[in-house]
């Protein structure tokens, strides 16, 4: 099995560093429910992408699933899927939502310190933009997802394309409108930065950027732009 130091249980949680997220659980669910078409094209998009790279032996892996969203068509593709999230609201409310489908497990974790024993996942994903989303070390996360990447698997990391600019700041308008985030301050936003008032700041990583990371890791690495929305750097493990 491909945990370090304990057993699996189906659909355990792992419960350590517990914290409430203000964007957890049904306030995260809500953030997709009010997408504009444009925005639910986007992400219909990026999963297809992410299932052409899936085999049905596969077992994947999941960096911030939060309530599940893309588990069940991964499910479907993949012999079986694992989740990981900081958020216990989110992760609980995915085990509720998630109750019809067998072959996925949940778990509380931290994406930079997985407690996975190394070369476990034929597919590490890490979508919707969460190498920035974590607003953590980006070398360490790709590295770690590295680690438990089986040698000749796939890592996907996911980022907005410069053309969707004008899109994902109307989503987020839309996500401070309905009080999901704090104001937007328009001054200060541009260049790919949505800064909010309260604080609240999202980047993205472009092609060169992703290119720059990755360059340290033994892996073979291209950047795809799929939809002129996302754009995604595909690692091979050497």
Known sequence: ????????????????????????????????????????QYSEAEINYVLQKV??????????????????????????????????????????????????????MDALHLGFRDNSFDVVICIQNGISA?????????????RVTKPGGTILFSSYSEKFWDHRL???????????????????TRDGVILCKDGFRATTVNPD?????????????KVVEVDESGVFCEMRKI
Not at 78 to 94: E, F, P, Q
Not at 134 to 146: A, G, P
Not at 170 to 188: A, H, P
């Open 1 to 40: 099995m491909y945990l370090k130091d304990f057993s699996m249980q189906k659909k355990t949680i792992f419960t350590t560093d517990y914290y409430s997220k203000k964007l957890s659980a049904e306030r995260l669910k809500r953030v997709y429910e009010i997408a504009p078409p444009r925005v639910q």
């Open 55 to 108: 085999r049905s032996s596969d077992i994947v892996l999941d960096l911030g699933c939060g309530y599940g969203r893309v588990i069940p068509p991964l499910a479907r593709r993949a012999r079986s899927v694992v989740g990981i999230d900081t958020s216990l609201a989110s992760l609980l409310m995915g085990q509720g939502m998630l109750s019809g489908i067998s072959n996925y497990n949940l778990f509380q």
């Open 134 to 146: 974590f607003h953590v070390d980006q070398k360490e996360l790709i590295k770690e997802s590295i």
């Open 170 to 188: 109307e989503w987020f308008r839309l996500q401070s409108e309905v009080g999901l985030l704090g104001e937007i301050d328009f001054e200060k």
């Open 209 to 221: 950027q992703f290119l720059s990371l990755v360059s340290r890791f033994d892996v073979e690495a």
